[in-house]
């Protein structure tokens, strides 16, 4: 199975400030076929289900706020989110969906500072 | 509007089955891959099992397989997970989700149902 380690498990952030999550996956999630990366973000808030956010590592999903972005390509990605807001209040999640198993990451919560 | 209603959860004992139910709507329910992903309580996801969508394989993870089966009944777009030999650690809340690409399994999970609680206690 692929291991996704995401980092920090918990950030503080002022609001309108950057914050930055990083994923690191055990093995690369770069299909070479269409050299696409098969990684996703989601958000969830508390007493909801998961949100996606991010699919193929950058591409946000529809409706979803640009200041919302991620980078990254093979094993190490970044979700970020460009000036936070009181809204952005969450637990962010990467997931591989590489393999046939698809994995998540441990989770990182972000609060405000 | 696409949607996704998950039932059947409850309280059961250890070595006690449960049969959850994923009842969707607002897409063909054939084409899609649909799954399971789990969160116990406090804690993060974890993918369960999933249904591939137009060739219906079936997918488990290490820590279910033998003990859930995952099946759907394509005439009440309906996706199942038949939980037997249930243990402690298998109490969550269960979450039925959408894979975002037709006929493809490798996809994120685009939409998510409210989830279905399953609690494992004697």
């Known amino acids: 199975d692929i291991v996704m380690t995401q980092s920090p498990d918990s950030l503080a952030v002022s609001l309108g400030e950057r914050a930055t999550i990083n994923c690191k996956s055990s093995?690369?999630?770069?299909?070479?076929?269409?050299?696409?990366?098969?990684l996703a973000w989601y958000q969830q808030k508390p007493g909801q289900p998961p949100k996606l956010l991010i699919s193929?590592?950058?591409t946000r999903e529809s409706g979803v706020p640009d200041r919302f972005s991620g980078s990254g390509s093979g094993t190490d990605f970044t979700l970020s989110i460009s000036s936070l807001q009181a809204e952005d209040v969450a637990v962010y999640y990467c997931?591989?969906?590489?393999?046939?198993?698809?994995?998540f990451g441990q989770g990182t919560k972000v609060e405000i500072k | 509007e696409v949607q996704l209603l998950e039932s059947g959860g409850g309280l059961v004992q250890p070595g006690g089955s449960l049969r959850l139910s994923c009842a969707t709507s607002?897409?063909?329910?054939?084409?899609?891959?649909i799954n399971w992903v789990r969160q116990a309580p406090g804690k993060g996801l974890e993918w369960v099992s999933g249904?591939?969508?137009?060739?219906?394989?079936?997918y488990y993870a290490d820590s279910v397989k033998g003990r859930f089966t995952i099946s759907r009944d394509t005439s009440k777009n309906t996706l199942y997970l038949q939980m037997n030999s249930l243990r402690a650690e298998d109490t969550a809340l269960y979450y039925c989700?959408?894979?975002?690409?037709?006929?493809?399994?490798?996809?994120?999970?685009?939409?998510w149902g409210q989830g279905t609680m399953v609690t494992v206690s004697s």
């Open positions: 607002g897409f063909t329910f054939s084409t899609y891959a």
């Open positions: 193929w590592a950058s």
């Open positions: 989700a959408k894979g975002a690409l037709v006929s493809f399994w490798r996809a994120a999970f685009d939409i």
């Open positions: 997931q591989q969906y590489c393999s046939t198993l698809p994995t």
């Open positions: 249904f591939g969508g137009s060739g219906g394989s079936t």
């Open positions: 093995q690369s999630v770069l299909y070479s076929s269409n050299n696409k990366n098969y």
